[in-house]
């Protein structure tokens, strides 16, 4: 069955450490992988996506996230985190089923980045 | 701007009512979205619809309606039999799904919290 797993409910981290929150997949056939970040009682947005090509990708705000295929990993990292980063982090994966794409959200992981 | 507006942002409900989530988007995206977000449990996709006048169901479409009259609105309807509907609820849009930079990538309007009371 396709999932994505983010194994940390919440991350703490202070200020101007590095950074790095966890996600595995399961999917058959390439993923397409996607990190989006919520703010309190806001929707979803978007911060990086891999879908083939270099295994380092940068995206929004200073992060990147490293697609690892033989660990089925696609962790988000920032060299170093602002109190501004504390929010809620969503890992997704999309695959295919009859033609149609599908997404696949973690159940996210809580940033908290302490001063 | 553009983007994808929802309304109300706070909704309340007496059992036994229907009550209507509006979205509206201006991306000029062929495919909308509607998830159900409850705490600890990720995002549960609700119904999609890729074209106008054409939906599909998610994984969670019990209890809910939706329809698709114009590519700009995809209006989410909790019927009362939805037994559990106290919720955040995201509407997303995209663009149609390929390879292209901007493809497959969703954005979200801010969200409606809906409240049995």
């Known amino acids: 069955a396709q999932s994505v797993a983010q194994p940390e409910d919440q991350v703490n981290v202070a200020e101007g450490n590095p950074l790095t929150v966890k996600c595995t997949y399961s999917v058959s056939g390439n993923p397409y992988l996607f990190w989006y970040v919520q703010y309190p009682n806001r929707g979803l947005q978007f911060l990086l996506k891999?879908?083939?090509?270099?295994?380092l990708v940068k995206g929004s705000y200073g992060f990147e996230a490293e697609f690892n295929k033989s660990q089925t990993s696609f962790h988000l990292k920032k060299p170093s985190a602002l109190v501004s980063d504390s929010a809620l982090y969503f890992c997704?994966?999309?695959?295919?089923?009859?033609?149609?794409?599908?997404?696949?959200f973690g159940t996210g992981t809580r940033l908290k980045v302490l001063a | 701007d553009g983007g994808i507006t929802q309304s109300p942002k706070y909704l309340f409900r007496k059992e036994g009512q229907n009550v209507t989530l509006s979205c509206e988007q201006n991306?000029?995206?062929?495919?909308m979205y509607w998830y159900r977000q409850d705490p600890g449990q990720g995002l549960r996709l609700i119904y999609y619809?890729?074209?106008?006048?054409?939906?599909q169901k998610g994984d969670i479409a019990e209890g809910y309606s939706v329809s698709r009259e114009k590519k700009e609105s995809f209006p989410l309807t909790v019927t009362s039999a939805q037994k559990n509907p106290t919720a955040f609820y995201l509407c997303?849009?995209?663009?149609?799904?390929?390879?292209?930079?901007?493809?497959?990538?969703?954005?979200f309007g801010a969200g409606s919290r809906l409240t049995v009371l």
């Open positions: 619809s890729q074209i106008v006048n054409d939906f």
């Open positions: 997303a849009s995209s663009t149609r799904t390929g390879l292209g930079p901007g493809a497959n990538v969703l954005t």
């Open positions: 891999y879908i083939t090509g270099d295994n």
């Open positions: 991306l000029n995206h062929d495919a």
């Open positions: 997704a994966v999309i695959f295919t089923t009859s033609g149609t794409y599908k997404y696949i």
